[in-house]
């Protein structure tokens, strides 16, 4: 048997709903240890149905390994995570038991998580079209012809609509992020997870990336964000959530947490990045 985190209580499935009952993310008491080096030290986090959540934080803080952690790409050592009501990574055995989930039932949850990295990631041997019809295919078992139309469409919605025969390579950063974010979208998540998406790009090609990402934010998708642009979080945001040395310090809307923090941490940090 895989090891049980704490004593799980509650019931394991409850739909989110848009009121904003039942979170669309739920994250209570996640611990995470690298060898010595306690990364994560008890983070609770909540995001609503429809809600995009800018997540803050020095380098180092943790942010990388919550995002990781919220789609089971890291396993965490003690608290859970929920995600539209149902436990990722784990079933409840018992009132006070949770088992690892099989490799395939993760994969089926991670389908339903989107994950967009700094580094876009695209397969670069495939084009931009057979980048987004993969997963579909492969994961959803969808017929190709309607992967493909569902593609296009895709990009026709990040302005991408004449690029998909292009391969990553013929693309510049930003076209290659509006691909990733494409790809995304295409399993139909339920929450997008963003990784500095626009760290690694140049500074003319942030503004096309960020227009793409305001526009599935007004289209109702429900995003947790890692950034450091605090303009997108001020303008954006409905929750901004300062993150340092593994704990959330503060959240609250980007006025309060951006125009009045109440943390000296969270202060110390603006100063540096505004
Ligand atoms: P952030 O994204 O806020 O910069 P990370 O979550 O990437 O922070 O990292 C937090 C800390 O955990 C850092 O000290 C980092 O070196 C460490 N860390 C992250 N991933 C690993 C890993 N796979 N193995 C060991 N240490 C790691
Ligand atoms: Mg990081």
């Given amino acids: 048997d895989a090891p049980a985190?704490?004593?799980a209580t509650e019931p394991v499935t409850e739909p989110a709903r848009a009121d904003g009952g039942p979170h669309m993310v739920d994250v209570r008491g996640l611990h995470k240890s690298f060898g010595a080096r306690h990364v994560l030290r008890g983070v609770d986090l909540?995001?609503?149905p429809g809600e995009v959540a800018?997540?803050?934080g020095p380098s180092g803080s943790g942010k990388s390994t919550l995002l990781r952690s919220i789609n089971h790409l890291?396993?965490?050592d003690r608290g859970r995570v929920r995600v539209?009501?149902?436990?990722i990574g784990y079933r409840q055995v018992g009132p006070a038991r949770l088992r690892e989930l099989s490799e395939r039932e993760i994969l089926r949850q991670r389908t339903r998580i989107g994950f967009v990295f700094q580094d876009f990631n695209l397969f670069p041997h495939l084009t931009a079209l057979e980048n987004i019809v993969e997963a579909p295919v492969s994961a959803q078992r969808r017929p190709r012809a309607e992967a493909e139309r569902l593609a296009r469409a895709l990009l026709d919605r990040v302005g991408l609509g004449d690029r998909g025969d292009s391969y990553p390579r013929q693309l510049s950063g930003g076209q290659q992020q509006r691909v990733a974010i494409a790809r995304a979208l295409a399993l139909?998540?339920?929450l997008v997870l963003f990784d500095e998406p626009t760290s690694a790009l140049d500074p003319e090609?942030?503004?096309?990336?960020?227009d793409v990402m305001r526009s599935l934010a007004a289209g109702g998708t429900t995003m947790l964000v890692v950034t450091h642009e605090i303009g997108f979080a001020r303008e954006v945001a409905d929750t901004v959530i300062f993150m340092d040395d593994g704990r959330i310090v503060e959240q609250g809307p980007p006025a309060s947490v951006l125009d009045a923090p109440r943390e000296e941490r969270t202060r110390a940090f603006l100063r540096k990045v505004l």
């Fill in 205 to 210: 090609s942030v503004g096309e990336v960020l």
């Fill in 46 to 48: 909540r995001v609503r």
């Fill in 188 to 190: 139909e998540p339920k």
């Fill in 5 to 7: 985190t704490e004593p």
């Fill in 54 to 56: 800018v997540l803050l």
């Fill in 84 to 87: 539209d009501g149902e436990l």
């Fill in 74 to 76: 890291e396993k965490v």
